[in-house]
């Protein structure tokens, strides 16, 4: 299981930290902002969609011949997705939808159990707004450290990535995860990489 804990900050991190402090401009996380979520605490279970629901960008990326001949739910058998819809009337359609969700981001397996493995962490340990806030602070440090002045378009290219497809967006947003310093590294290679083979506008 991944864990959600992270490192105390390294000396480059403290650093990172006074050169980009918090500020009104930078105090939401960088993929999604905690005041969107539901007071409630919403479930972190990911929603259902309709296939006929589908985003059109998502649509005709899934309409794609190479998608048409690989299958999702065998790519990301291996990786434990099953097990989050244990017991649930619905779980071989909810798989089904999940790994074309991963796919949909060109996760690999590797990718995709360790994103497994942090939804089951914040499932049996919700984070708290102030959690949240704090991976979030943590998260676009780091980005600006790694990526200096290309920081602001690579968020802005992830931010688009997790707004096609709602389902995506509002289940990082009810989780948490899309402040995790992790989740939020893996959407900003995955935003770049699908940007560069033109599956991202």
Same mark, same amino acid.
Do not use: C
């Given at each position: %299981?991944i864990?959600t @804990? =992270? +490192? #105390?900050?390294s $000396?480059?991190?403290a650093?990172?930290?006074?050169l980009?402090?918090?500020?009104a401009?930078?105090?939401s ?9 539901a007071a ?8 259902? %969609?309709?296939?006929? @629901? =589908? +985003? #059109?960008?998502v $649509?005709a990326?899934?309409n794609?011949?190479a998608?048409?001949?690989?299958s999702a739910e065998?790519?990301y058998?291996?990786t434990?997705?099953?097990?989050l819809f ?5 779980a071989v ?8 969700? =991963?796919?949909?981001?060109? $996760? ?9 493995g942090?939804?089951r962490?914040?499932?049996s340990d919700p984070?708290t707004?102030?959690?949240?806030e704090?991976w979030?602070r ?9 990526y200096?002045?290309?920081?602001d378009?690579?968020?802005a290219?992830a931010?688009?990535l997790?707004?096609?497809d709602?389902?995506?967006?509002r ?9 995790h ?7 900003i290679e995955?935003a770049?990489?699908?940007r560069s083979?033109?599956h991202l506008k």
């Amino acid at each position: %299981m991944i864990s959600t @804990e =992270l +490192p #105390a900050p390294s $000396a480059e991190q403290a650093m990172a930290d006074r050169l980009y402090p918090t500020t009104a401009a930078n105090r939401s996380p960088p993929i999604v902002p905690p005041t969107d979520r539901a007071a409630d605490r919403p479930s972190t279970q990911p929603a259902p %969609m309709k296939a006929e @629901e =589908l +985003p #059109a960008e998502v $649509a005709a990326l899934r309409n794609e011949p190479a998608r048409r001949i690989f299958s999702a739910e065998k790519t990301y058998a291996s990786t434990g997705i099953a097990t989050l819809f244990t017991g649930q009337p619905n779980a071989v359609d909810e798989v089904h939808s999940w790994s074309n969700i =991963l796919s949909d981001h060109d $996760a690999s397996p590797q990718e995709a159990s360790a994103l497994i493995g942090l939804v089951r962490t914040v499932r049996s340990d919700p984070p708290t707004d102030e959690t949240v806030e704090s991976w979030g602070r943590q998260a676009l440090a780091q980005v600006r450290q790694q990526y200096g002045d290309r920081a602001d378009d690579l968020l802005a290219a992830a931010r688009r990535l997790v707004a096609r497809d709602p389902r995506v967006s509002r289940f990082l947003v009810d989780s948490g995860l899309g402040s995790h310093p992790r989740v939020v590294n893996m959407l900003i290679e995955k935003a770049a990489s699908l940007r560069s083979a033109g599956h991202l506008k």
